[in-house]
């Protein structure tokens, strides 16, 4: 008889975890406290728009790719490479950079801005990638049995990356360009991972490997869920269930094993093993009661911002906008240190705008745009109170129609506004934090929390929130550890 596994959460994590689960035998159950599967990588239909909610763009490929072939399966979901990548307007010079893998190109853009660019990008991109080859396989790519394994896995990084561990990705930027346009579109990526430039570590400067060489970034064909509906797809083909609307609020243990999760009705989930996809730290606190993990012991981790998010419908086209764009004030680096110690008014802050129909002409009617606004903020635990949605939210808009030139408020048919309260309350992210704990040093690899249980050895944990970490290639690389510990349990 096939070995029951429940999986408490139908994020990306559950959903890869599940298939390859099912792939290798398993009888696999979903919970998922929502209505659809997901997660933060979800979907919201309105007015005839068809809106991502969370993560907007696709990259490392590869990593898909051998989650496909893991799996026996072709990649359900189809996507293709953009050119430009991004592009970034600066609000003091009214500029706008269009970013391109191709450096030449890209370089042209800096002819009067910032001497030698060329020569200075590609010093900078050797650097990212040795960054990259020395430590992905090493550090990102091994499931650390311990915390002692992970400790030995960074000794066996090459040492001469050791002055990268005194600097923040600031000023690792900053040692190869002189001009602010420079280190502000590099230093971009470190808002990827939750948090600023200035507090974001210099080792993680190697994305911009994978941004501008190794891969680039991608748009999946009809929407990022595209990605959750296909996978959806071939997990009912293996007969896998899900239990909808289910939240887990309790459990019960027996000889040292959890027996069962208990959901909001009642009812008991059975099973041989647990695969956890809800928040790894905030699940061990809220629901196996671990005081490790108190509200109190949460509180004092380094989490990151929250993101107050715009989803809108506008009637008429947008063609001054590429699909991914960032728009910067003039209070860069100011708004980036203060965002967290000092919420105060949000004036032409930093903020990132997908028009998702500009690829994907199906997610919006005849002659309109969707579009998603994301303005990163306080999250709740600096700024509990979101009265002022409306205006911030309007001020964002009206930044954002000065500059492409157009009042677009005028022309809205659908508005739709998620602040860190929704995202707390949707997704049991802790504090409405978008992207969970701060990626710092002591947070990162074998210092997040552990993707095995402390408790019970049936307990597995896969998602965002353990190793590796966060974004949607990490949350697959993690899948396959946590299936790697449930077929080891099993093999003991």
Request: charge should be positive; hydrophobic fraction near 40%.
């Amino acid at each position: 008889m096939a070995k029951r596994i429940c999986i408490a959460g139908a994020g990306l994590g559950g959903l890869a975890a599940a298939l390859r689960l099912v792939k290798k035998g398993y009888d696999v159950t979903i919970l998922e406290k929502n209505p659809n599967a997901g997660g933060r990588l979800n979907q919201i239909k309105k007015d005839g728009f068809t809106f991502d909610t969370g993560p907007s763009f696709f990259s490392m490929t590869y990593e898909f790719d051998e989650f496909a072939r893991d799996c026996g399966i072709t990649l359900p979901f189809k996507f293709i490479e953009l050119d430009p990548l991004y592009t970034v307007n600066f609000l003091q010079n009214g500029k706008t950079y269009r970013i391109y893998k191709d450096i030449s190109r890209f370089a042209a853009q800096f002819k009067d801005v910032e001497t030698g660019f060329e020569h200075k990008m590609k010093r900078y991109l050797e650097k990212s990638r040795q960054l990259f080859e020395d430590t992905y396989h090493v550090v990102i790519k091994t499931n650390h049995g311990s915390l002692f394994d992970y400790l030995m896995a960074l000794s066996r990084v090459n040492p001469k990356h050791l002055p990268i561990v005194f600097s923040n990705f600031w000023q690792h930027v900053s040692r190869y360009f002189s001009s602010d346009d420079a280190r502000q579109i590099i230093s971009l990526v470190a808002f990827f991972l939750g948090r600023t430039p200035f507090d974001t570590h210099a080792v993680y400067s190697l994305l911009s490997h994978t941004e501008f060489v190794h891969n680039g970034y991608y748009n999946v064909e009809g929407g990022m869920y595209r990605i959750v509906e296909t996978l959806v797809e071939e997990l009912k083909k293996g007969k896998v269930r899900f239990a909808f609307n289910t939240e887990i609020t309790g459990y019960h243990e027996n000889a040292g094993l959890l027996s069962d999760l208990t959901d909001h009705q009642g009812k008991n989930w059975e099973a041989d093993a647990f695969v956890i996809n809800a928040d790894a730290a905030l699940f061990r606190g809220m629901i196996f009661n671990r005081p490790a993990f108190s509200t109190e012991k949460l509180d004092r981790m380094e989490w990151t911002m929250g993101s107050l998010t715009i989803y809108l419908g506008i009637k008429g086209k947008i063609p001054q906008a590429e699909h991914h764009n960032y728009y910067l004030g003039k209070n860069y680096k100011d708004y980036a240190k203060k965002i967290l110690i000092n919420p105060g008014k949000l004036e032409k802050p930093y903020y990132y705008v997908n028009v998702l129909s500009k690829l994907n002409p199906g997610c919006a009617p005849p002659g309109c745009e969707s579009i998603f606004i994301v303005c990163p903020v306080p999250h709740l635990g600096y700024k509990k109170n979101w009265d002022d949605v409306d205006l911030v939210a309007d001020s964002i808009i009206a930044d954002f129609s000065a500059r492409i030139n157009r009042n677009i408020s005028k022309d809205i048919i659908s508005k739709t506004v998620y602040t860190p309260v929704d995202w707390q309350n949707k997704f049991n992210l802790f504090r409405g934090s978008g992207f969970g704990l701060s990626p710092k040093m002591m947070q990162t690899g074998g210092f997040r929390p552990r993707n095995h249980d402390e408790r019970y050895r049936n307990v597995f944990y896969a998602g965002a929130s353990t190793i590796p970490g966060t974004g949607l290639p990490m949350v697959i690389i993690s899948s396959k550890f946590a299936v790697e510990r449930v077929e080891k349990y099993f093999a003991a």
